[in-house]
C-alpha cells in the first residue's frame, strides 16, 4: 500500500522559510512525478507545484512562484518543498502527492499523504 507522509511544517513569521518533506513508501516513486498541494480553511485545494519523475522539470503556481521551489531525491523517495518569503496567506495545511504520470502536472492524482500544517503568522 502507498503511504506518503509529511513533515516539517509548522509556525513561522511572515518572511520567514520552511521546507516540508514527503516521504514515500510501499512502492516504486521514481517513475512517477509529485506535487504539493494546499488547502486553507474554507476554501478549496489547490495545486501549489510539481516535479517530474526525474527531477528535471518542475511546474509552479503563479501564487508561490519567485518564492517557492520543489525538489526531490529519488534515492530516498522523498520529495521537498522549500517555501521562503512566507506570507499570512501561505497558511494552510500542505499535501503531497503521487500522480500517474510522469511529467510534473496538476493531475492525475491518486494518492496522497495526510497533511502538515503551515501557519504564518503577521
Known amino acids: 500500500q502507498v503511504k506518503l507522509v509529511e513533515s516539517g511544517g509548522g509556525l513561522v513569521q511572515a518572511g520567514g522559510s520552511l521546507r516540508l518533506s514527503c516521504a514515500a513508501s510501499?512502492?516504486?516513486?521514481?517513475?512517477?512525478?509529485m506535487g504539493w498541494f494546499r488547502q486553507a480553511p474554507g476554501k478549496e485545494r489547490e495545486f501549489v507545484a510539481s516535479?517530474?519523475?526525474?527531477?528535471?522539470?518542475?511546474y509552479i503556481a503563479d501564487a508561490v512562484k519567485g518564492r517557492f521551489t520543489i525538489s526531490r531525491d529519488n534515492a530516498k523517495n522523498t520529495v521537498y518543498l522549500q517555501m521562503n518569503s512566507l506570507k499570512p496567506e501561505d497558511t494552510a495545511v500542505y499535501y503531497c502527492?503521487?500522480?500517474?504520470?510522469?511529467?510534473?502536472?496538476?493531475?492525475?492524482?491518486?494518492?496522497w499523504g495526510q497533511g502538515t500544517q503551515v501557519t504564518v503568522s503577521s
Open positions: 502527492a503521487l500522480t500517474r504520470y510522469t511529467d510534473a502536472t496538476v493531475t492525475g492524482y491518486s494518492y
Open positions: 510501499g512502492g516504486t516513486f521514481s517513475s512517477n512525478a
Open positions: 516535479i517530474n519523475w526525474r527531477g528535471s522539470s518542475t
